[in-house]
């Protein structure tokens, strides 16, 4: 017998079907981010990463333009399984020596045109950050309504693009919005920049577009160690006020915070949620996500709350020290690694234990599906994708 039939009748005596799982897994569509690439360069020619994120690492190999960066793309997906997508930030356009308040669509037809013939959807995101107006550690926050104006036409020119993709894929692009904007030393006034910034963010959102808007708040950064103008409380509420979609990252919150433990109860609150699946080691240091328990955790939630409808799984991370085309096949691999453990779970039973008081069943129950055999699913679902069951 095969080694996925084996495995088929293990998951069949536990009510699990491993058809119906490795269908599931294959539509999950998983947003690759583009910056892995090239250490979050990008292309316009000029700053280098600054606002409290850092690449680290000189591997040889990053992507030194944009024709090395789809290249590169290209490659790993030819081992990474499932439906992908791409998410690009502002500056992977064709924005050479282009003034970020003044993109527009035609800087990304290239990768509007590219997206198609590959097949794959877009999704988004403005860059404020790495540039000389946001080197006060402040952008949308800004005390000077120049800098302010500056930052929210580049939004809304995010957001329109973004929408240009949207017409050209049969999904919406989903448009995520992060800021480096706080203080390195504990303020006196947290919420006069708040302020600011909420009414900056009201200008951007004002005009509806056929995209999805995403706010990803922030605990910390390097540089804005003390006080973020972003914070998580801030997004929560202008989420659900406004209908927008939170973005969870994995790195961004106090080191034993997890977002797994965040996703059903926002669920109920926000219609979407974006996730930057990302790995931080001490800090938000944006490691390669390994398959550990809390990536396994994040799957579980989704899956098990039935949410695949309402959350977009993007990836987040950029390792330097490391072959950039490895660092995303194992980081998107891991992510759907996850998800396939997840669907391997016999949930309505594992349910109807719990809901029966029956925790014996439950902790024996959960603890047998730990050595149970996925990797068999998993091989035999690259198979079947014509990629690499082992990648090396
Ligand atoms: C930074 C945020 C943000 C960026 C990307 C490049 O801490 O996580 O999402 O990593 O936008
Ligand atoms: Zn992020």
């Not at 708040?194 to 708040?217: F, V």
């Not at 390097?222 to 973005?247: M, P, Q, R």
């Amino acid at each position: 017998m095969s080694m996925y039939n084996f495995a088929k009748e293990q998951y069949a005596a536990i009510g699990v079907d491993t058809e119906m799982a490795i269908n599931k897994l294959d539509e999950i569509p998983i947003s690759m981010h583009c910056w892995q690439g090239d250490d979050v360069k990008g292309f316009e020619g000029g700053e280098s990463l600054s606002g409290g994120i850092q690449s680290t690492g000189n591997h040889p190999g990053a992507a030194a333009n944009v024709d090395e960066l789809r290249a590169m793309i290209e490659n790993a997906l030819k081992v990474i399984p499932g439906q992908s997508r791409i998410n690009l930030h502002a500056i992977y356009g064709d924005v050479k020596n282009v003034e970020r308040n003044l993109i527009e669509p035609k800087h990304f037809k290239a990768w509007i045109d590219w997206a198609k013939e590959q097949n794959l959807a877009l999704d988004f995101n403005p860059t404020l950050f790495s540039h000389p107006k946001s080197k006060d550690g402040m952008t949308l926050s800004h005390p000077d309504k120049g800098i302010r104006d500056f930052w929210v036409e580049h939004c809304k020119r995010s957001r329109q693009i973004a929408e240009c993709f949207t017409s050209s894929q049969e999904s919406k692009a989903v448009v995520n919005l992060w800021i480096a904007d706080g203080f390195k030393d504990a303020p006196v006034d947290t919420l006069t920049p708040r302020l600011r910034y909420l009414n900056a963010l009201d200008e951007i959102y004002a005009e509806k577009r056929d995209i999805i808007d995403a706010i990803e708040s922030k605990l910390f950064g390097i540089g804005v160690e003390s006080y973020t103008v972003g914070s998580h409380e801030f997004y929560l509420a202008y989420a659900v006020k406004n209908k927008l979609a939170l973005c969870l990252d994995a790195g961004h919150f106090h080191p034993t915070e997890v977002i797994s433990a965040k996703i059903s109860a926002v669920s109920l609150f926000v219609e979407r949620l974006l996730l930057h699946v990302s790995r931080p080691v001490r800090w938000d240091s944006d490691h390669v996500v390994m398959l550990d328990d809390e990536l396994v955790a994040i799957a579980k939630e989704i899956i098990r709350n039935d949410l695949l409808n309402r959350v977009h799984i993007g990836l987040d991370f950029f390792d330097g020290s490391i072959d950039r085309i490895s660092a995303w096949a194992v980081g998107m691999r891991n992510m759907r690694k996850a998800l396939l453990i997840a669907l391997l779970e016999p949930f309505p039973t594992l349910k109807e234990s719990e809901w029966s008081f029956d925790f014996t069943k439950r902790l024996v129950l959960l603890e047998e599906l730990k050595a149970m055999p996925w990797q068999a699913v998993w091989n035999e679902y690259c198979l079947r994708k014509d990629v690499p069951a082992i990648y090396k």
